[in-house]
């Protein structure tokens, strides 16, 4: 799940200053979940809009705002929608840019991305992923160094843990120990004591996942 | 050849002392601090950007203390550089003629003075000490042949007054294997329990340089356990440094029988002070005698 959390409101304010008709464009997924762009924060900002002198055209809370054919077919089938200035987008870093791909009016984000979470219960997320594009959990007892290491160490712990602490954080726990505890349990720590090679950033040049992946696949399940 | 792997190589009891860069370009100072530890230590150590304070580059003062005619230690953090920028200045270093590398992961941007920047880590220690090894060998990371291998001593950094220690001396044992020729620990206090650390270090047959804070009275003291985390000064030094008519002398006078009781257990001593270099040379002179 994409954890978002919302912009300060001047910041938003700024950005929507020169539009009149703003349209408000939620998301059913995460960024309800994240309590960040579901009903309530639609109608808070509708409010607010109206509060600072806008004409808050309306809002719909899409499925899934991260859909270019579906921010389309939402834009296309709201009269309020097609006649407004500008899109509010209260959705991730890619909600916001599948609006702005199915329109070329100008959109406005209202939420930061944080990170890809862990749900531990409602409303409470934990920072475990982020997306990095080659996954290294098969070789951390998997729990993710890339994540929640705040220097991302692939080879830890580093010289400011102290007594199991992390240095960034003096109340959180070194996730380096976390990770030798985890594998002490299993009596392979010894693994610790082996380097992990720098990690290839490759996969962060990629731009596209094409369809021909996902039909490759169907047909490969098809066919065995 | 350096001294210092010589003198590591002959068993000799290698002192290093610590110099940070200054932040900005007046170096008056710093040389002259330079001058006053000729022929009194093996090796400078000179930091990059220590604690994530911004100064002048490591890779620049370190040069500064060979053109004096002395021998540094370059530190470098995998913090500020990533691997393109971090081989280019090791081969520069090594052109130089600066051999000696300390090769560290480096502390979080967000315990200095820039804590917006952004963390690199490209690298971490052990992978940078694979990638001097692998330039020392001819070749770039990635396998790229070099028109002249650098010729660099690498050491790594240590942590010996922690808990838990197993990861640490597992950590150890993958820097040795990732090519790191000796260590430097962080300041020690307590040389008992640090001897008991050196039996566990020692089956790696690396040589162990153990650290050695210079303080300079008991609020310093009591700052640094009370701030600087893995510090840990015992009651009984804080007390004598509050009792002694001259704090700073007492101060010396610690680190000299710190110093004196280092000789059996470890391979050196790294002399570390904050912001008391004037001192060093004091110290020096104490303990040559
Ligand atoms: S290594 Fe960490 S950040 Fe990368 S994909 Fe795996 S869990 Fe996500
Ligand atoms: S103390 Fe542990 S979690 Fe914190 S930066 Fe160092 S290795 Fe990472």
Known sequence: MIVTEQKPDREVLEAVQKYRRVFIIGCGSCATASRTGGEEECRSWTEKLRENGKEPSGYSIPQETCHVLLMKSTIRQSAEASSSDAFLVLACGAGVQAVSAASDRPVVAGLNSMFLGTTERVGEFLKYCSLCGNCVLSRTAGICPVTRCPKGLLNGPCGGMVDGRCEVDRTAACVWVAIYDRLKARGDQGKLAQMNAPKPYVSARQRKVEPVNISRKSAGRNAR | ?289
């Open chain 2, 1 to 289: 050849m350096t001294r210092l792997s010589e003198a590591l190589a002959g068993k000799e009891f290698v002192i290093t002392a610590e110099l940070s860069p200054r932040k900005g370009t007046l170096v008056t100072n710093f040389i002259k601090t330079v001058h006053a530890l000729q022929g009194k230590v093996h090796a400078i150590n000179i930091t990059d950007n220590q604690r994530a304070i911004m100064r002048m580059s490591s890779l620049a003062a370190s040069y500064l203390v060979l053109r004096e005619g002395m021998e540094p230690i370059y530190q470098i953090t995998c913090r500020d550089r990533n691997r393109l920028a971090i081989q280019s200045d090791l081969i520069g270093a090594s052109a130089l003629g600066i051999k000696n590398v300390l090769a560290l992961t480096g502390d979080h941007p967000s315990v200095g003075d820039s804590p917006e920047a952004k963390p690199v880590f490209d690298l971490d220690a052990t992978t940078l000490l694979h990638t001097i090894t692998r330039l020392n060998a001819g070749s770039d990371l990635d396998g790229h042949p070099l028109k002249g291998a650098t010729d660099l001593f690498p050491g790594a950094a240590l942590t010996p007054q922690t808990e838990p220690l197993e990861p640490v001396l597992l950590t150890m044992e993958r820097k040795i294997s990732a090519g790191a020729r000796f260590f430097q620990t962080q300041p020690v206090f307590d040389m008992d329990a640090f001897r008991s650390f050196a039996t566990l270090t020692g089956r790696f047959g690396t040589p162990v340089i153990v650290g050695i804070l210079l303080l300079h009275s008991a609020q310093q003291a009591q700052d640094l356990n009370a701030g600087v985390p893995g510090i840990k000064i015992p009651d009984v030094m804080i007390r004598r440094l509050g009792e002694a008519a001259d704090p700073r002398r007492e101060g010396i006078d610690i680190a000299a029988e710190l110093i004196r009781s280092a000789r059996n257990i470890a391979q050196g001593v790294h002399i570390m002070t904050v912001g008391q270099e004037k001192d060093l040379p004091v110290l020096l002179e104490r303990i040559s005698g």
